[in-house]
């Protein structure tokens, strides 16, 4: 409730995902629920536009049926994914990028000389800067996966387009440090 003058006060009536502000009163969210394709669609716009999971655990509580839209992945060149999803044993069924062929985030790695868009449910994952890059995904379950991306696809995945390449994996001043890794197990 907003007060008259310079003095306002807040309710919390729920949580919020990040307490960017540190506002008094308002409680963090321990987890990101996802139990529908429209939660799921808000993760991936979140991502894209630049919140870090890293220290918010995601977890999958229902089976979630994507065929009834093109998916647009998440994660970015500029906000690549990184953070933990617990599938909790449930399937995204009918996962395809239907007319969506995003040259936007094409990129050129120097350790494979790869070139060309990222697609999959996350589209690019891990860290170029190594630091807090923690991805683990458990226990999803993919289904009905219908992917064609002509020569715009070099990066493709049902699960993850693209992550760092082995040889970024040994470079100890990338992902094998105390700041994480990009993928593990």
Not at 36 to 63: H, K, Q, W
Not at 74 to 81: D, L, Q, S
Not at 122 to 143: F, H, Q, Y
Request: hydrophobic share 35%.
């Amino acid at each position: 409730k907003a007060a008259t003058g310079a003095e306002a006060t807040f309710v919390s009536s729920g949580t919020v995902i990040k307490n960017s502000a540190n506002a008094a009163g308002v409680t963090e969210a321990k987890v990101f629920e996802i139990d529908s394709l429209e939660r799921l669609c808000a993760l991936r716009d979140y991502v894209n536009a630049g919140m870090d999971f890293s220290g918010l655990p995601i977890e999958i509580t229902a089976d979630i049926d994507m065929s009834s839209i093109s998916w647009a992945p998440i994660g970015t060149r500029e906000h690549p994914f990184h953070g933990v999803i617990h599938g909790n044993g449930h399937t995204l069924k009918g996962l395809t990028n239907g007319s969506i062929i995003s040259t936007e985030d094409s990129f050129t790695t120097t350790t494979t000389k790869t070139y060309g868009a990222a697609y999959g449910f996350i589209a690019i994952a891990g860290s170029i800067t190594g630091e807090n890059c923690d991805l683990e995904i458990t226990d999803l379950n993919l289904s009905d996966v219908s992917i064609k991306m002509g020569q715009y696809g070099n990066c493709v995945g049902a699960l993850i387009g693209y992550a760092p390449s082995t040889a970024d994996f040994l470079d100890p001043k990338k992902f094998n440090n105390s700041n994480g890794k990009a993928v593990e197990n």
